[in-house]
């Protein structure tokens, strides 16, 4: 045999001790984990991007898949398999146009502030509103705005990439896409451009850390609306009548 060959085969002999080392850490593991965290297992001489993107083809015809969002990696039931693992019928809350609205003006302008929000959207955003969002986990605070009155800055969460199947926020579709799938009617305004959205954990140097209580005194000179779905309709209203 020659020495090539015998290198190749220590080479994947290595490489499948690894898979394997990678794929019981992940079916341990009871929440997403770190790539820097699995790479502390490996074998020396091994990138674990290599690793991980090998298991993820090895399951990608199986019942259930790898997937990696940011930098963390976990395994999930196949899509086409998840409606025979399901025991109850959930009827899924929808939202509010309002809230799909601020949705997106954050996935994609963020780091941004309620301010910010409501010049993009032309109305007021109801405290309700915000809230749902920050409830169901895919808005975040980021931090305060260095600017008079320091106001939050929001951003979307690891929770918004899983929902939506993205593994960065770079995945969301650009101006393109969208038209592609009918999301604008019409001429646009000229120069028009979708930013290029991004979510860094790292504070921009616009931004200053969140001190305790933040959210609390952020929506004190608010006006607490009676019923937050009302207010999403009036917004909604005010919107169409434009």
Do not use: C
């Not at 399901?86 to 302008?109: C, F, G, M, N, Q």
């Not at 780091?111 to 409501?118: F, K, L, Q």
């Not at 980021?142 to 600017?147: F, L, V, Y």
């Not at 929506?219 to 009548?241: F, G, H, Q, T, V």
């Amino acid at each position: 045999m020659f020495a090539d060959d015998r290198e190749r085969e220590t080479d994947a002999a290595l490489l499948g001790e690894a898979m394997r080392i990678a794929e019981a850490m992940l079916f341990a593991a009871s929440e997403p984990l770190e790539e820097a965290e699995i790479a502390r297992r490996m074998p020396e001489g091994l990138e674990v991007a290599t690793v991980l993107s090998r298991l993820k083809q090895d399951y990608a015809a199986r019942g259930v898949n790898l997937m990696r969002v940011g930098k963390k990696w976990f395994f999930r039931t196949a899509a086409d398999l998840g409606w025979l693992l399901s025991k109850d019928i959930v009827e899924p809350r929808k939202l509010s146009r309002a809230a799909l609205e601020t949705l997106a003006i954050i996935a994609y302008h963020q780091p941004v502030t309620r301010a910010e929000i409501e010049d993009i959207r032309g109305v007021a955003i109801s405290k309700g509103t915000m809230d749902v969002l920050i409830e169901t986990g895919w808005v975040r605070l980021r931090g305060r705005r260095r600017a008079p009155g320091r106001p939050l800055t929001y951003g979307t969460s690891e929770a918004f990439l899983m929902h939506f199947g993205l593994e960065a926020i770079g995945d969301l579709p650009g101006l393109e896409e969208l038209k592609g799938a009918g999301l604008f009617d019409g001429p646009l305004p000229q120069n028009f451009v979708v930013p290029q959205p991004r979510d860094d954990l790292a504070l921009m140097e616009d931004e200053d850390p969140l001190d305790e209580g933040a959210e609390a005194r952020d929506d004190e000179s608010l006006p607490e609306p009676e019923e937050s779905n009302e207010m999403d309709a009036l917004e909604d209203e005010s919107l169409e009548d434009e």
